[in-house]
């Protein structure tokens, strides 16, 4: 079945660009935290990769699921991980999502439907497709969305998912953000032919697109989530894009070369999609800037819930480390 490529409208745009700004700042302002010494965290930035999360994350419903990775803000943020918690969570704080003991490389807050946030590369394909099992076995028409990096399509993991995936018809939708660099080294130094001709291979279809392109990336996100809560089975979205940082927070990222970091931040996805709103007169220039000023006062109260917060207690070293067994189960 081919169904019609479902456009992304004036509203979409305006809350695709409501959650990039709200990423870009949250992103900016961890790194300033960070860099005055007033947080100490495990930081892996996704700026650059707002547009990605954004736009898929506007074709889903609040109940679907997320998985992602260590580079996961932008992914918790466009879900609605509320950010009071996520924040308290970075500082290790007894209100964040997992009471201060996850971290920020595990961000987990099934409310907001994002079920685990992963450090071991590919970990989190498998269980995205346990996700969309129970989801198919339930029938509570859930779609389950697995992020992972070029470098992630690598490991058995990612094969082994997406065969099983497609021979179950699973309702998962594989979101690779292909930020042309895998930790250190370039995607086309480590990763044969195109990472999207893989779905081939495995019986799925695969989009290749923008993920720089709000328009593009809603696009193929309406598709392959409608086709997966159709019934049709998983797709592979191969969505290209750029990080503007280092790998992790402290990389100077000297192996990325200087021209294709320049041309990388002329074309920042996020002010342009700003432009774009107003150019086609979508929304106003203060419709923006109060769509910028709100996302800089959540943040600000954000950081001083965060700050203000206490930390856990020591007894809750031993809470939360078994499930509880089900009576009767
Ligand atoms: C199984 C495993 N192998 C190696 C690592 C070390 N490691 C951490 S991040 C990373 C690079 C992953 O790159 P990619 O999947 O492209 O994601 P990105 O960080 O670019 O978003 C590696 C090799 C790991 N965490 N897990």
Not at 135 to 142: A, F, H, I, N, T
Request: proline share 5%.
């Amino acid at each position: 079945m081919t169904r019609p490529n479902a456009a992304a409208g004036p509203e979409e745009l305006i809350k695709i660009y409501r959650t990039s700004t709200l990423i870009k700042q949250t992103d900016e302002s961890i790194r300033g935290l960070l860099r005055r010494g007033r947080l100490q965290a495990n930081y892996y930035s996704p700026r650059g990769q707002e547009i990605v999360a954004a736009a898929m994350a506007a074709t889903l419903q609040p109940d679907d699921y997320v998985v992602t990775i260590y580079r996961g803000l932008h992914d918790h943020l466009a879900k609605g991980v509320p950010l009071k918690a996520l924040m308290a969570e970075y500082f290790g704080k007894v209100d964040g999502s997992c009471k201060g003991k996850g971290g920020c490389m595990h961000i987990t807050h099934p409310e907001a439907g994002v079920m685990v946030t992963t450090g071991i590369v590919g970990s989190g394909m498998p269980i995205a497709n346990g996700l969309a099992l129970a989801s198919q076995e339930r029938k509570d028409g859930r779609v389950t969305v697995t992020n992972f990096g070029d470098g992630a399509t690598n490991i058995g993991s990612f094969h082994e998912s997406m065969n099983l995936a497609s021979l179950w018809k699973l309702p998962v939708v594989f979101l690779c953000q292909n930020n042309l660099f895998a930790e250190h080294t370039a995607t086309e130094l480590c990763t044969a032919g195109n990472i999207v001709d893989r779905a081939k291979g495995y019986a799925m279809p695969g989009i290749l697109v923008d993920g720089n392109d709000p328009e593009a990336m809603y696009a193929a996100a309406r598709e392959a989530v409608d086709r997966a809560r159709d019934g049709e089975g998983p797709t592979l979205i191969e969505a290209r894009t750029f990080r503007f940082e280092g790998h992790n927070y402290g990389d100077p990222s000297s192996y990325i070369p200087k021209e294709m970091m320049a041309e990388a931040k002329a074309n920042d996805p996020v002010p342009k999609l700003r432009a774009l709103l107003i150019e086609r007169g979508i929304a106003t220039e203060d419709e923006v800037a109060k769509i910028d000023a709100d996302a800089a006062t959540e943040i600000a109260e954000a950081v001083t819930f965060a700050q203000e917060s206490p930390y856990p207690d020591v007894a809750e070293n031993l809470s939360d480390v078994y499930a509880h067994v089900l009576e009767n189960a």
